[in-house]
Antibody, heavy 119, light 110 residues
């Protein structure tokens, strides 16, 4: 059974960089079939797709966040990471990592990491 | 890339059937057969209920079914049960490796 677990700070100051890591277990991160994805959910709101990465480093990002987002992967540690620059209060959300395919199919999710942007 | 449109809320009584719509454009829902549906209980991560418009992952009840017509996808839940009360989200491939979700629908079981 594939399991994903997010980790990272729960509080980030405005203008700083949000950094989260998602650890993958129960399955190989080195699969050409699956993409490793970040999705967020603002308080009381819907889901927002942030972007994904394949094990070979191929990425795709939400156009509205592309200028501030970097997703990276470390196959030796079986984890992938999210960096979001220049955060504001609007980036306060629950951040989920998930395993999906290029076309969606997000079957496995982490439990979510609450991130609050505040001074 | 705009969010897909879902009704804010729907409701039904136990045993009844309900349908939740998800409207997009020809650049997402209408352009690809890659629509997914997710159920989310409060404080929990979303759970995949339908993928590729009408396919159920292993373990998901046959009470859940999906369909699509033009730019609108639909999720139907038959034989409503109390455990179905949750938020439901649709998602669609939007081309160029990107993905878009709906704003969510709150299902109340009366």
């Amino acid at each position: 059974q594939v399991q994903l677990q997010e980790s990272g700070p729960g509080l980030v100051k405005p203008s700083q960089t949000l950094s989260l890591t998602c650890s993958v277990s129960g399955g190989s991160i080195r699969s050409s079939t699956y993409c490793w994805t970040w999705i967020r959910q603002h308080p009381g709101k819907g889901l927002e797709w942030i972007g994904y990465i394949y094990y070979n480093g191929t990425t795709s990002y939400n156009p509205s966040l592309k200028s501030r987002v970097t997703i990276s992967v470390d196959t030796s540690k079986s984890h992938f990471s999210l960096r979001l620059n220049s955060v504001t209060a609007a980036d306060t959300a629950v951040y989920y990592c998930a395993r999906g395919t290029n076309y969606g199919h997000y079957e496995y999710w982490g439990q979510g990491n609450v991130v609050t942007v505040s001074s | 890339q705009s969010a897909l449109t879902q009704p804010a809320s729907v409701s039904g009584s136990p045993g009844q059937s309900i349908t939740i719509s998800c409207t997009g454009t020809s650049s997402d829902v209408g352009g690809y057969d890659f629509v997914s549906w997710f159920r989310q209980h409060p404080g929990r991560a979303p759970k995949l209920m339908i993928f590729d418009v009408s396919n159920r992952p292993l373990g998901v009840s046959t009470r859940f079914s999906g369909s699509k017509s033009g730019n609108t996808a639909s999720l139907t839940i038959s034989g409503l049960q109390a455990e179905d009360e949750a938020d439901y989200y649709c998602g669609s491939y939007a081309g160029g490796g990107t993905h878009v979700f709906g704003g969510g629908t709150k299902l109340t079981v009366l």
